[in-house]
């Protein structure tokens, strides 16, 4: 498919000449404007991959004006075309980001290689900003908080998520430090941490986040580093660990409970003197608050047949009934067999 040219230019031979040289080339011309307001129209009309514009038109609006307006309403890549570029009109040129220079008069091979690089670059632009838009698209989904800050500790980038957790606005937190919502993040922490990101990779540490309302909550963070031109930035990944260390806390205190009720479940019967299942219950309520099934534990009534066994060794055991209700607890009288006569 032929890339799509169109020419700014109010010299018509000129125009004409540039026409003629790009359809020996193998582009499409798709019109040619001789100023800047119709430049601006055709552009926006007809979607053309790359303006060849001359700075020096005729009328209100100069080249460098229309190409600002095509550059921020079509984005389409401009290459600029003049014959006396100084340098005032060069700093004016360069702040619209302009893809190339073409000094009259130029060669047709010189037209061609600034064509293809600057609709080269112009793909390139397109890539990035479509890989940046996808960025941070998820970062602002996430539900992380992300941050962003340089050397000297001033955030330049967050997220929605770190918004939210601390109450402040975006606004509010790009012109905070670090410092400002984690003291222990001072400049030379900040500089010892990207060190370390850059000879180790990325580093997991746990801290203290201020909120706005001036309330803390623990966080955990992942932070790794990376060059943004030429800069060494740091990138947190705060994750805040209040319901996990909640659910910690819970966990040891059961762990506690359980270790008390440990402690206390083996007790021997007859050395607490608890002669019915109740009074079990009961003893076993004033150190712990855990709910007692009805009966003796299998320990404790080891313990009793153990002393009994100790206690009739070499003499008829008296045959006693223990039962789940306790040492009180009668058992039935089983019939006695009807006597004999022999």
């Known amino acids: 498919m032929k890339s799509r040219i169109q020419i700014v230019e109010d010299e018509m031979i ?3 000449d540039i026409k003629s040289c790009l359809h020996t080339l193998g582009y499409e011309v798709t019109c040619i404007s001789d100023t800047g307001e119709s430049a601006v129209e055709q552009a926006a009309r007809d979607k053309p991959n790359l303006v060849l514009m001359d700075i020096m038109l005729k009328g209100e609006m100069d080249g460098i004006s229309a190409a600002r307006l095509i550059r921020e309403e079509s984005r389409i890549p401009v290459v600029y075309l003049t014959a006396n570029m100084d340098v005032a009109l060069l700093e004016r040129a360069k702040r619209t980001e302009p893809f190339g220079y073409l000094i009259k008069p130029f060669q047709e091979h010189e037209l061609m290689s600034t064509i293809e690089t600057a609709m080269y670059h112009h793909r390139m632009e397109i890539r990035l900003l479509e890989s940046e838009q996808r960025f941070r698209c998820l970062v602002e989904n996430a539900a992380d908080a992300f941050y962003v800050c340089d050397m000297d500790g001033h955030m330049v980038d967050v997220n929605v998520a770190a918004c939210d ?5 975006c606004q509010e937190l790009l012109s905070m430090k670090v410092s400002d919502i984690n003291p222990e993040m001072t400049q030379e922490r900040i500089a ?8 180790e990779g990325p580093v997991t540490l746990s801290g203290q986040h201020a909120r706005k309302d001036s309330t803390n909550f623990p966080i955990e963070m992942r932070i790794t580093t990376f060059i943004l031109e030429g800069k060494p930035l740091l ?4 994750r805040d ?4 260390e909640h659910l910690v806390d819970e966990l040891r205190e059961a762990i506690r409970k359980v270790n008390t009720l440990k402690s206390i479940v083996p007790l021997c019967v007859l050395k607490k003197n608890l002669t019915s299942a109740g009074a079990i219950e009961e003893g076993i309520r004033a150190h712990h608050d855990t709910v007692m099934s009805k009966g003796v534990c299998p320990e404790c009534l080891n313990a009793f047949k153990r002393d009994i066994s100790k206690g009739t060794k070499g003499k008829s055991p008296e045959k006693k009934n223990y039962s789940p209700s306790g040492p009180d607890s009668q058992a039935p009288e089983q019939p006695q067999p009807p006597p004999r006569d022999f």
């Open 14 to 16: 000129v125009a004409s």
């Open 241 to 244: 660990v209040s319901q996990h």
């Open 165 to 169: 957790a601390l109450g402040y606005s």
């Open 192 to 199: 010892a941490l990207l060190e370390q990101a850059l000879q």
């Open 235 to 238: 990138l947190a990944l705060a």
